[in-house]
């Protein structure tokens, strides 16, 4: 599938590379794992969590991260619930760069977006379990 990723280029779609850094080409790894922006990214999520620094190669690593912990289940819950807004809010974050002509990324403004972001979808997930 990634012969067609390259072809994208020469259709007059633009520069593959990473709108977020401009230093490598985008791929899915670099663009939620090793950029160096979305690393003060996780920085700041395992601040936040009380974590030792995520250290990922791959993105899979990272929806993994809440099995490498020995906390309780409701603790690996949120870290996941985190994790995964955290990688919602970088797409968003890229998705605006590129489609809505953004010329950065306001990092204190994403953060705050995903901790909000985060505290209610966990509200909102405690309330459906209730239901149930």
């Not at 993994?64 to 995964?84: A, C, G, P």
Request: aromatic share 12%; hydrophobic share 40%.
């Amino acid at each position: 599938m990634n012969w067609r990723g390259g072809g994208v280029f020469w259709r007059g779609v633009g520069s593959r590379r990473c709108r977020v850094c401009e230093l490598e080409e985008e791929a899915g790894d670099h663009l939620f794992v090793s950029c160096g922006f979305v690393q003060a990214v996780w920085d700041q999520v395992s601040t936040w969590c009380r974590l030792p620094p995520v250290f990922a190669f791959e993105a899979r690593d990272l929806l993994n991260l809440h099995r490498y912990l020995r906390d309780s289940r409701k603790w690996k819950k949120i870290l996941q619930l985190i994790t995964h807004t955290a990688i919602g809010c970088i797409w968003k974050y890229r998705n605006d760069l590129i489609f809505n002509k953004k010329k950065q990324i306001n990092l204190a403004r994403m953060l705050e977006e995903m901790e909000l972001s985060s505290f209610f979808w966990s509200r909102s997930l405690a309330k459906a379990t209730e239901l149930t």
